[in-house]
């Protein structure tokens, strides 16, 4: 059931897409949390997860990731649709679109019923240069809506989890006001930076925006981020006669996160809300929604305001990304909650397997220079010679990342990135290998030599009447002819490559036990004769 719901928003994304080619966005809505709506358990889908943020031009990059979450049918993949079309035309002046222009991107549409499910990222990240001229890749997380009538508490608080952890900038969004049961919904995370501030002293979560929709007080607080300053600094007001419980998620809350602000924002109008075949043309929206957007989006996404995801007081690349949602889906595949330990400890587990990947490709990248793809053939010592220093080099570079879980905790991961360096060289030296011309020709080369050394002894049988050893040496030698037709006609054409393997080591065995043996003896038989006749000539 799940995937045909993850196709049918697949499919209806590329309907919004093709329905609005105007503006070319390029990239899709891809489901990379998958939901199981049976069982209530979340799995990652990594492959599709490495296909977005493991580009050649990504991966190194650092990212920002802005997340929009909070209950279903809400409009935040409509909202996400505003972002896309702010980052599409790179920040300009008329960013909003033209008033007739449909609105493309994250599958949405109108109704009661949710549409999203679990965690859906944009195929196609940003990249933007930042004031400092540093570029960064801004990935955009939708989510799937929380407290719908086929969600569990359980896969609420995971989707808000996941999607918060793995994000610089969470975007809360909320309806009408800002209720008490919508700051109960940080407690997991509240009490997991709790612990985590108490281990590595940093601030676990950066921006914490709340967005609260259809504002209907403008005389209370205008809409904004002003009036929505003053909103908040109300809702996180500590009073003496609350509970200990309430007034400890606010101070968790001011502590846990780099910086806290609220967004008011009024309701879209009437034709959005009530018509059932609304599209996102700007026509059909209040203008004070639309000049409300004008200011939120750039405060969000503008590159003089874009945060770049940190963790331990680092920053993240798009490569260190993934170690980090395949740690936290990970500890949330249980059919409880895990426990606020549990996620320090799968945190401090990616983040010295981010270090690992990040080291790891370094060396890898050293290593291609040197002896990849179109590099030529390199002399094994030279090339154990670079392993040796660019392997000293990555230890170093892990070694010096700021990392947590104490040095005994890393010492694993130290030995890991080892091992996997020596089997990475072991594919270079194969590579290098396949190189050498005299390499290649090795098995042809020893193939001949028994053909001719077959018929020659064969011939010399047969004139002295030793007809047994004969045909024995006259089979020797059609074996290494059907041998030598077989492996050529696999190196030709790529089939039965199992059997070429083993014509191969058949010839390598051949070539050190018998022919290069024998070639030693005659060189060494050959310098002896020539010392010989020296000795003679002096005396």
């Known amino acids: 059931m799940e995937e045909l719901s993850n196709r049918k928003q697949m499919d209806s994304a590329e309907e919004n897409m093709s329905a609005g080619d105007s503006i070319g966005l390029n990239g899709r809505p891809i489901p990379v949390v998958l939901v199981n709506s049976d069982d209530h358990t979340f799995e990652l889908d990594e492959d599709a997860l490495r296909s977005v943020l493991l580009k050649e031009h990504i991966q190194d990059k650092k990212v920002v990731v802005v997340s929009v979450a909070g209950a279903f049918r809400k409009g935040k993949s409509f909202l996400l649709n505003f972002f896309l079309r702010y980052l599409k035309s790179k920040g300009q002046d008329v960013w909003l679109g033209q008033e007739d222009q449909q609105l493309e991107g994250f599958s949405w549409r109108g109704g009661s019923e949710r549409h999203t499910t679990g965690i859906l990222i944009w195929s196609d990240p940003f990249i933007v240069t930042l004031p400092n001229g540093e570029e960064v890749a801004i990935v955009l997380l939708d989510t799937q ?23 610089s900038v969470q975007v809360y969004n909320l309806t009408q006001n800002i209720q008490e049961d919508d700051l109960q919904h940080l407690q997991l995370f509240t009490e997991y930076g709790r612990l985590a501030l108490e281990d590595t002293n940093s601030t676990p979560f950066q921006v914490l ?11 209370e607080a205008d809409y904004g981020s002003e009036g929505g300053r003053n909103i908040l600094e109300r809702r996180l007001e500590i009073a003496d006669k609350q509970h200990e419980e309430l007034q400890n998620v606010r101070r968790h809350i001011k502590k846990c996160f780099e910086k806290t602000g609220c967004f008011l924002m009024p309701h879209p109008g009437m034709k959005v809300a009530t018509n059932p075949v609304f599209d996102g043309r700007l026509k059909d929206i209040e203008s004070d929604f639309k000049e409300q957007l004008k200011v939120l989006v750039p405060q969000l996404l503008d590159p003089t305001n874009l945060v770049v995801k940190k963790i331990n007081g680092a920053d993240v690349t798009a490569r260190e990304l993934v170690e980090y949602f395949k740690a936290y889906v990970n500890v949330f595949k249980s059919d409880e909650l895990p426990q606020p330990k549990s996620m320090l400890q799968a945190t401090a587990e990616a983040n010295n397997l981010a270090a690992v990947a990040t080291a790891k490709a370094l060396y890898q990248a050293e290593m291609e220079k040197i002896c ?33 879980g104490g040095e ?19 594919h270079f030296c194969e590579q290098n290998d396949s190189k050498n011309i005299f390499r290649a020709a090795q098995t042809p080369a020893t193939l001949f030599a028994v053909m001719v050394v077959s018929y020659v002894l064969s011939g010399f049988f047969a004139l002295l009447g030793m007809y047994t050893l004969a045909n024995i040496l006259t089979s020797v030698l059609w074996a290494s002819l059907v041998s030598l037709c077989t492996w050529s006609y696999i190196r030709y054409s790529g089939q039965y490559r199992e059997v070429g393997t083993y014509i191969d080591l058949g010839a390598e065995v051949i070539w050190e036990k018998v022919v290069s043996q024998a070639y030693m003896k005659v060189v060494q038989k050959g310098v002896e004769h020539g010392m010989a006749n020296n000795r003679k000539k002096k005396n």
């Open 209 to 219: 925006e709340f967005l609260v929709r259809d504002w209907s007080y403008p005389y």
């Open 145 to 167: 809506g929380a407290f719908d009538s086929q969600s569990t508490v359980k896969d609420c608080a995971t989707v808000f989890a996941l999607s918060t952890m793995t994000s």
């Open 372 to 404: 990849g793809g179109s590099q030529p053939y390199l002399n094994p010592d030279e090339l154990e010679s670079h392993h040796q220093r660019f392997k000293e080099n990555c230890l170093e570079i892990f070694h010096a990342k700021k990392k947590m």
């Open 408 to 426: 005994e905790f890393s010492s694993a991961f130290a030995e890991q990135l080892d091992k996997e360096v020596e089997e990475a060289f072991e």
